[in-house]
Nanobody
């Protein structure tokens, strides 16, 4: 059974940084395109960034220049480096394959507030 464990969230001031991690177990991680998703209160869960098995990346326009997605296939782990955080980045962040193929993990809460 696939297990997704997100971590690294927290409370940060505007302009701050966080690095999220997603550890995947029970899946063919290295053979999967992966994605980071986020869900703000009252909103739907949306794709933030994705990365192919070869490392090609996609970032939502509002994240370009601030966020970076990466992966370590040997560790079956994906990362999201988030810089210059804004209050509108406040959400629960999730990882999954892209397109979504597995159940969801618990997510990690990111709160950007002064």
């Amino acid at each position: 059974q696939v297990q997704l464990v997100e971590s690294g969230g927290g409370l940060v001031q505007p302009g701050g940084s966080l690095r999220l991690s997603c550890v995947v177990s029970g899946a063919d991680f290295a053979a999967r395109r992966m994605g980071w998703y986020r869900q703000a209160p009252g909103e739907q869960r949306d794709l933030v960034a994705s990365i192919t098995i070869s490392g090609d990346t996609y970032l939502k326009d509002s994240m370009k220049g601030r966020f970076a997605i990466s992966r370590d296939n040997a560790k079956e782990t994906m990362y999201l480096q988030m810089n210059s955080l804004k209050p509108e980045d406040t959400a629960v962040y999730y990882c999954n394959s892209f397109p979504v193929n597995w159940g969801w993990g618990q997510g990690t809460q990111v709160t950007v507030s002064s």
